[in-house]
């Protein structure tokens, strides 16, 4: 290894162990871009020389709102994602901002506001989940909250892609929920947070009455948990009991596809 | 004399407990009723006993053992779950609920007939009929009507 000199002058200055980097006694031209030490876009025009790529350096540029936002809650992880679903089929994900309300946390300071949010997302296909997030400006808290239920994506059983399987009662805190199942082109007629929801499932012809409190978190609360949680698939039923089991619908009256 | 809503709440709270076997008192309707539930496939096996255990071999109801003659119903788990979900009764003393033919074909068909709820997917009723105990599309095949005791999901 040789030993670092301090160049003193021309004279004593020792071979330079970086090309184009050690230069003695100045630091490099700044003017030039150099290979190693500018990490932004970069291309090299007509003439050979390397230039600043500047449609994709100020493209890249973030807003200064983004770069307020907190870095937890901006990336969804795509391992996290269920059933092999990519970043990109995200973006056509139906998202509704079913609840955005102002909320205060008292304090010695006294009232401090705070905006929240609850999302529904889903891709009207049997995927669907909800996020809540909070902030203090409205805009965030729905970006916090959409992107929690990306997180919490699960799929819904359906069916013939339309509807439950059999009728649900599910009671969740104070809310009490009946869902039926019914036939096609009946529609969704049900709590209008229910509606949401079901179109996010992909969910066309239900009939459900909420009983008991009708506070919109723990309606959309207890419909999720009752239609991930309650639905009993015919296969399981017939399985079982140790029965063949035939859908009628299907079989016998030949439903249209 | 044990009714019917009897042998549903010990069956029901059997499967709640998770036991491998219950003992029910041994009488004609009890006998019937849980031959529906075995060939529906809601439990495995349908045997006599005495109060401890089953029966091993043979043993013949006498005066001296009837206090002691039990039935025992082997119960069913699958998947980590019972099979039998609940089992309530539907006609009480307190309301008797008896149906034609066209009745009991609304509620095969999922609707709902003389306040009862229509049959769920993976829903049965059991009835007593002037056939004997059936379930309820055993009942319509016979083109019978009668009391529904209970239902089983």
Request: with cysteine.
């Amino acid at each position: 290894m040789m030993a670092r000199q301090r160049p003193s002058s021309p004279s004593t200055v020792t071979k330079a162990r970086v090309p184009g980097l050690d230069q003695s006694g100045s630091l490099h031209n700044l003017a030039e871009i150099h290979p190693l030490l500018d990490h932004y876009p970069r291309k090299t025009d007509s003439e050979g020389t390397l230039k600043l790529d500047t449609d994709r350096l100020w493209a890249q540029e973030p807003p200064l709102d983004d770069m307020l936002k907190s870095q937890a809650d901006d990336d969804v992880d795509e391992a996290s994602l269920p059933h092999g679903l990519t970043k990109d089929d995200l973006k056509h994900f139906l998202k509704r901002a079913l609840i955005v309300k102002r909320t205060s946390n008292m304090t010695t300071a006294g009232k401090v506001p705070s905006m929240y949010a609850l999302v529904v997302v889903g891709n009207g296909d049997g995927i669907a989940g909800y996020g809540e997030g909070k902030d203090d400006e409205v805009a965030r808290a729905v970006r916090k909250a959409t992107n929690r239920a990306m997180r919490n994506l699960t799929a819904f059983d359906r069916y013939d892609d339309r509807t439950i399987f059999h009728d649900i009662d599910h009671k969740f805190h104070a809310t009490k929920i009946q869902f039926r199942s019914r036939p096609p082109g009946f529609g969704n007629r049900c709590n209008h947070y229910i509606h949401e929801i079901c179109s996010c499932i992909g969910i066309l012809d239900i009939s459900a009455k909420v009983w008991g409190s009708r506070n919109p978190m723990n309606v959309i609360k207890a419909t999720f948990e009752a239609l991930s949680s309650k639905q009993k698939l015919p296969e399981d039923i017939a399985r079982g009991r140790g029965k063949r089991m035939v859908d009628v619908q299907h079989t016998y009256y030949g439903a249209s596809e | 004399m044990p009714r019917h809503y009897d042998l549903c709440a010990r069956v029901q709270n059997g499967f709640r407990a998770r036991l491998r076997r219950i003992a029910v008192p041994d009488t004609k309707m009890n006998l019937a009723i849980s031959n529906v539930l075995y060939k529906e496939g809601f439990i495995s096996g349908v045997s006599r006993g005495d109060h401890v255990q089953p029966d091993v071999e043979y043993v013949p109801t006498t005066p001296d053992n009837i206090a002691t003659r039990r039935l025992w119903l082997e119960l069913k788990y699958n998947n980590d779950e019972p099979v039998l979900k609940s089992m309530s009764a539907v006609s009480k003393p307190s309301k008797k609920v008896v149906m034609k033919a066209s009745e009991l074909q609304n509620l095969a068909a999922g609707n709902r007939s003389q306040f009862i709820k229509g049959l769920q997917p993976g829903e049965i009723a059991i009835l007593t009929t002037n056939y004997g105990v059936l379930e309820l599309r055993e009942a319509l095949e016979k083109g019978a009507g009668g009391e529904i005791l209970c239902r089983a999901i």
